[in-house]
């Protein structure tokens, strides 16, 4: 894919999903809008294929949709052909499992990977099975077993076996034998990805580089994979920097007072040096009946004239409080404001990532966190989002938007470990100039008592032309689950789902579209500025870089 014109003439829909990127079933959405372009991008769609399976070489569906598009017309060589046709045509047939069923209802998650484990024993031969392992053994954290099962799979399975095991040793820390593993995989370049996450994290950094560097040639439509090689050849991951004025830390609590705890412990460890004009904790108490006054009480001694309290009577919501929290003296004096939740546990560094980001990215709207949640630690809960309008009939009750967030679809392994613009960022860790917040006039009521004011509030940062920026740098640990996970009981369920009614209603499709086109532009923008970069660096051939001129000057924005 060497020459510009595919880029120049993709469907919008393909456009955009490439921008966003992602790895094997996080990037089967931008495979899936190639292969329903037709005839306007075949090639992109064989390769996109290709990468999908590669990403994920065990999973039937994806070796299934390779194999079918081969065999309409050739393209790929006759090992990988095989081995595609192999994986899709020896998966087990799909059959209820009313035990696993059952297991998973309960999200004894141990045990359904000790079920699988043991089915596998007597059908190693099945790489559905040993697909579905290598899914949930991030989930329980335990590797061993599964790395052992997946890298004596019998042939044809082996290599394709060992890359998956050697993706399992790299998520549990074992960058040196993941490596090995990664030398007995079948060579493409999502091993070759998998292999520079091995080597940097090994302390290897120019064969970390050497290795991104050819899968980035090789696929040259991987946005993710090009921001992940510019910030590692740049230094970005290891990057700090002072933000330029004043911080006001900002947090909200209810009833929260055990995991309200360990997140001032977390802020207590702040790496204060990194706002330039000083910084100042307040902590508002949104009306609690539980410990909160007690603890905030001996927090605000141990902080040392550090952090203010506000105490409310009674719980005003959570945009009433951030709201509350903003128009304080001491905020509206301030640069900078960071919002934090009640149960986010922080770095000692994070004032440093952001500030980093800021200087990397001074005109974004809000400046945003990783966040990995406490009990799954190996996957991603949060990172940067992406807005896809669906237009609607006239006076139809639809949805106005579907988000994009691949990094849902698999456990990480670094890729997401990048700072680039987008959509949206999640609201337990994020930070706005108080510029910004004054002239949007605050966060909107109308989202009480909590969920989609932080998305709205960025839909109208969009709407003002400044688009989030992501910072994947900044890891910060969540310690309440969210979604299904949380237990979260009907009425909370009900009030989020009437907010994001709401949200989809607030707004026309033609608001829609404009939002999503400032995203893509500031997205496509840099995504060429860092394909620039790797070429001077000599990183990214110069034919390469040019693609990506192409895509931000035609269908980017």
Known sequence: MTDPAPFARLPEAVSRLLLVGGRGPGLAAARDAAISGGEACPGLADALALAVWQD????????????????KRPFLPPETARLAVHVAAHAGKSAPEPYFERLAARRETARMLAYLLTRQGKAPDDPGLAHRIAGLAPMVGQFDEAVDVLAALPEPLATLGRQVAGELALLAGRAGAAATLFEGALPTPAVDKRLAEALVAAGNREGGLAALSRAVAARPFDALALARLHDLAIGFDWRTAPLPGPVAVLVYSYNN????????????RTDWTFA???????????GSGDDTAALLCGWRERMAGRMEVVALPVNIGAPAARNWLAAL?????????????????????????????VAAHPGAGVWGAMIRGIG???????ADTHLLPTPRLQGEWGRGFDLARPWLATADDGAYGVCRPCASVTGCCHLFRVSVLERLGGFDLRFSPTQYDDLDMDL????????????????VVHAKATGA?????????GSGFANQFKLHHKYEDDQFAAAAGTAFAALAGDCAAKAEVLAGLGRLAPESAALWRIAEGGRGG
């Open 257 to 268: 007072a055990r995991l309200l705890d360990r997140t001032l412990d977390a802020l207590s």
């Open 276 to 286: 330039a004009g000083g910084a100042r904790l307040t902590v508002l108490d949104n």
């Open 485 to 493: 996970a949380s237990g979260q009981g009907g009425g909370q369920y």
């Open 460 to 475: 109208r940062q969009l709407l003002a032309g400044q688009p989030a920026v992501y910072q994947g740098h900044l890891r």
């Open 329 to 357: 003296p001491g905020t509206r004096c301030a640069g900078f404001v960071a919002f934090f939740d009640d149960d986010a546990l922080p770095p000692p560094d994070w004032l440093g990532r952001l500030g980093a980001a």
């Open 376 to 382: 799954s630690p190996h996957f991603v809960q949060s």
């Open 56 to 71: 994920a070489p065990l999973w039937p569906e994806a070796a299934a949709v390779l194999a079918a598009r081969n065999a």
